[in-house]
């Protein structure tokens, strides 16, 4: 079982980014999302599709269609550039390939 | 608040067997309702998912590596434990453990790098 993420997203400062993680029946699944900064352990910032962990600010939101989940980051600011990487559980644990976001 | 702490050499010779320790704080293995997990990342790449081990000791592996890894718990210590067998260089990642409840994993520790060289 795959879930695809693009390599890489830019986005400007106050803008909205959007990272998308597809896989076969990711439909009947639940898709979380991690950040992971440099040097840094990977932070859960969605969970349920849509929910959000204490502490991890607004401008972070899910959403879930059909087989791709969406992590959309609003008002993008200069410390959300990291790697976020998707995950959903399909009898095992299975990680996107994550996604490179670079604030210009 | 939870806190996870891995140990273990860190470096192991191919063909060895790496093992780490991974020490709960905060939370009650015997008494939690979650799974607890490992995850690696070799250096410059993404997440991989090892295995989830409960308190009772019921496991679940990652189907690719289920051959070489093992993982305990010890209830009276806090800790769990990963073990992968006749490792190689690709085995060399740094090696996160972390709470696993049901479709996410909430809270991971800092990680610990692990070099597979002779």
């Known amino acids: 079982y795959e879930l695809t993420q693009p390599p890489s997203v830019s986005v400007s400062p106050g803008q909205t980014a959007s990272i998308t993680c597809s896989g076969d029946?990711?439909?009947?699944?639940?898709a979380c999302w991690y950040q992971q900064k440099p040097g840094l352990s990977p932070v859960l910032v969605i969970y349920?599709?849509?929910k959000r962990p204490s502490g991890i600010p607004e401008r972070f939101s899910g959403s879930h269609s059909g087989n791709t989940a969406t992590l959309t980051i609003s008002g993008t600011q200069a410390m959300d550039e990291a790697d976020y990487y998707c995950?959903?559980?399909?009898?095992?644990?299975?990680f996107g390939g994550g996604t490179k976001l670079t604030v210009l | 608040q939870v806190h996870l702490q891995e140990s273990g050499p860190g470096l192991v010779k191919p063909s060895e067997t790496l093992s780490l320790t991974c020490t709960v704080s905060?939370?009650?293995?015997?008494?939690?309702?979650?799974?607890w997990g490992w995850i690696r990342q070799p250096p410059g790449k993404g997440l991989e998912w090892l295995g989830s081990?409960?308190?009772?000791?019921?496991?679940y592996y990652n189907p690719s590596l289920k051959s070489r890894v093992t993982l305990s718990v010890d209830t009276s210590k806090n800790q769990f434990s990963l073990k992968v067998t006749s490792v190689t260089a690709a085995d060399t990642a740094v090696y996160y453990c972390?709470?696993?409840?049901?479709?996410?994993?909430?809270?991971w520790g800092q990680g610990t790098l692990v070099t597979v060289s002779s």
């Open positions: 029946s990711l439909g009947d699944k639940y």
């Open positions: 081990v409960y308190y009772s000791g019921s496991t």
């Open positions: 905060g939370d009650s293995i015997g008494f939690s309702t979650y799974y």
């Open positions: 972390a709470r696993h409840l049901a479709t996410y994993f909430d809270y």
């Open positions: 995950q959903a559980w399909d009898s095992t644990v299975v």
């Open positions: 349920e599709d849509v």
